[in-house]
């Protein structure tokens, strides 16, 4: 259930980069000053729960009706602080179960069952390695989670500069259980005997290390690019100065304009070699992400280079020297 869950997001996002990448699909933003009138109410919808922040465009720009549904792009961090809650809870019970052998509560294993069977093995057929590899991956993969969604908290309330953006309310609301599912996707890999508090065992494999240093690598250059964005409005002091869009340099600025969305594709591809790069449901997490932060990059990357006449033009959107 989790893998068509996580196929079915993300065809929904390839659909959609699709209708924004190829004519006659695309839908251009509408220009500042001029009306909305000539956009179907479907094309309307379409565009108003793909764009977010500084691509909605002006608020004149937008029917009131739409206008309503508007959230501030600044309570992001409420999909932090919901991760770092639920997915700290997982790891906990996690590591109680591998530690000490305590059993995932009842309701925890009746739901992971109920999401993903495919990894029952009442029969006992699963060898101790083969089964102590998954359990740590799953635990790495879990501490990630929580340590990225502790980072992203952080950078939201202490680094980040928030404009009057806004959010669609189905986006605030698909982002709170965003990192919920996550967090189950994660402990359905973990075996149905550590589940139950049954012969824990963990054992390290090459992946682990690789996929560890990845993560590292890649947090390390998102959180640069976060604290770049952050820096555009504010003085050599650190206050801030003013709430316009410009543009930015510096790390992988200089290939891509959203070089942050690049690096949280690289962190989920770090999980998914934590994962030993065998996980179908991982892989299939990883190519949601790809078709999401792609629609998003795309669109900043058109708004880049609508309102600033000198742009960049050897810079891409997303991935360096491809898209």
Known sequence: MMALLWLGLAGCFLAALLALRFPPLKLPLSPPGSGSASLSPAALLFQDLLRYGKTKGGCGQRPARLQHLDLPKRWFYHFYIVSVIWNGFLLLVLLQSLLVS???????????SILDGALQNPDGAMHASANGGESLSALLVCLFVCLSSCRRLFE??????????????????????????????????????????????????????????????????????????????????????????????????????????????????????????????????????????????????EYYQNNFKHYPMYRKAYIPFLL
Request: proline content about 4%.
């Open 102 to 112: 305590w059993p995932f509560p009842i309701w925890l294993q009746d739901l992971l």
């Open 156 to 301: 939201c309330l202490h680094i980040s500069v928030f404009s009057g953006g806004v959010i669609h309310i189905v986006q605030y609301c698909f982002g709170l259980c965003y990192y919920v599912l996550l967090g189950l996707t994660v402990l359905c890999q973990v075996p149905a005997n550590v589940r139950e508090g049954k012969d824990p065992h963990l054992a390290v494999h090459w992946c682990h290390a690789l996929g560890s240093l990845m993560f590292i690598w890649a947090s390390i250059h998102q959180h640069r690019c976060h604290v770049i964005l952050a820096n555009l409005r504010k003085n050599k002091s650190g206050k801030v100065v003013n709430l316009n869009h410009d543009i930015p340099f510096g790390d992988w600025f200089e290939m891509v304009s959203c070089p942050h969305y690049f690096a949280e594709l690289l962190i989920y591809i770090s999980m998914a070699i934590t994962f030993g790069c065998k996980n179908l449901t991982w892989w299939l997490v990883v190519m949601y992400v790809f078709f999401n932060q792609a629609v998003s990059a795309i669109l900043c990357h």
